[in-house]
């Protein structure tokens, strides 16, 4: 059993994410930081998805999409990465998208994988082929949330 931990700098778990990460702001990442990556991790993967957004979208809304993370990384703010992959956000547009709730405070969840492969996936690769592709090979998972006003 891992002690895999996904924490930011920016918010405590539960907590509000602070205006600059969202879309219509500075529209960057916030820093994250991960510890307990389990032995035989070849990569982890992050997804971070506001599920909130099913009753106005009409689909849990996808806000980041990355694998390929290198199992000893630590995610900047404003990170754009070049040792790792970025699949299409809901916004239609590879990498961060941040949180926009468009009817009232929202709960947005960073899920971060560690994974005992690496993958082989496109640019418009969302959440849920992430999701699919990742079946199986799952070492350990934890999550980080945090909530934004609309």
Request: overall charge negative; cysteine-free; proline content about 10%.
């Amino acid at each position: 059993m891992s002690d895999l931990t996904l924490t930011s700098t920016a918010f405590d778990d539960g907590e509000r994410i602070p205006d600059q990460y969202g879309y219509t702001e500075a529209n960057v990442n916030p820093p994250l930081s991960i510890d307990g990556v389990p032995d035989g991790t070849e990569s982890l993967a992050l997804v971070v998805e506001d599920p909130d957004a099913i009753e106005p979208a009409g689909k849990v809304w996808d806000h980041w999409v990355v694998w390929n993370i290198p199992p000893d990384q630590r995610i900047p703010e404003d990170w754009h990465p070049d040792d790792a992959d970025e699949g299409t956000n809901d916004y239609g547009s590879p990498g961060y998208g941040g949180p926009n709730p468009p009817d009232r405070d929202h709960t947005y969840e960073f899920t971060l994988y560690a994974l005992d492969t690496t993958l082989e996936l496109g640019a418009e690769t969302d959440a849920d082929a992430l999701e699919s592709a990742i079946e199986g090979h799952v070492l350990a998972e934890t999550q980080l949330t945090g909530t934004y006003p609309a």
